[in-house]
């Protein structure tokens, strides 16, 4: 990002009133179907690492290296590809579709996985900004709960190997 444009979002971001307080934000409210795919996925990401740390707390929390090496791996492309493999036939067809969406969206992918994998993730991470963007709670629960408990045993099954 170039300084111009970054003085841009700033400008934009952080406007002052005439009062002194900060100006309210420009989009008050967010149409998540509108928004690109990748934008959705940069929210779900979010959420989902935020998920996956407060889970890991109930196991682990004294040893920040520890959480933070297996919350990367639980996070990672690799094993939120096989979450949404797992969940695909007990997605609603609005689901189907952000997801449909999100391996579509064009972007680069890192060598921790393959095209396929990163793309996957890509959807799974859009399905998850996605609800939360819509403020569809229980469903976005519903789905991170399970690809928890889908990324735990698949982690399970490697540590035993």
């Known amino acids: 990002m170039n300084y111009d444009h970054f003085q841009k979002l700033v400008n934009n971001f952080f406007t002052i009133n005439e009062a002194g307080d900060v100006a309210p934000a420009k989009y008050t409210d967010i149409a998540a179907d509108q928004l690109p795919a990748l934008v959705l996925a940069y929210v779900g990401d979010a959420y989902f690492t935020l998920y996956v740390r407060t889970r890991l707390l109930g196991y682990e929390q004294n040893k920040v290296r520890v959480l933070h090496t297996f919350d990367a791996k639980m996070v990672s492309a690799v094993m939120q590809s096989k979450a949404v ?59 991170v709960d399970k690809a928890f408990v889908i990324i735990s045993r698949e982690m399970t099954a490697i540590i035993k190997k």
Do not use: C, M
């Not at 609005?94 to 095209?115: F, L």
């Not at 990163?118 to 996605?130: D, K, M, P, S, W």
């Open 85 to 143: 493999k797992a969940l695909e036939d007990q997605l609603t067809p609005e689901e189907a579709d952000i997801i449909r969406r999100g391996r579509n969206a064009k972007s680069t992918v890192p060598k921790s996985a393959s095209i396929a994998e990163y793309r996957y993730a890509t959807g799974f991470e859009a399905l998850v900004g996605y609800l939360y963007l819509r403020k569809k709670h229980d469903r976005l629960s519903e789905i």
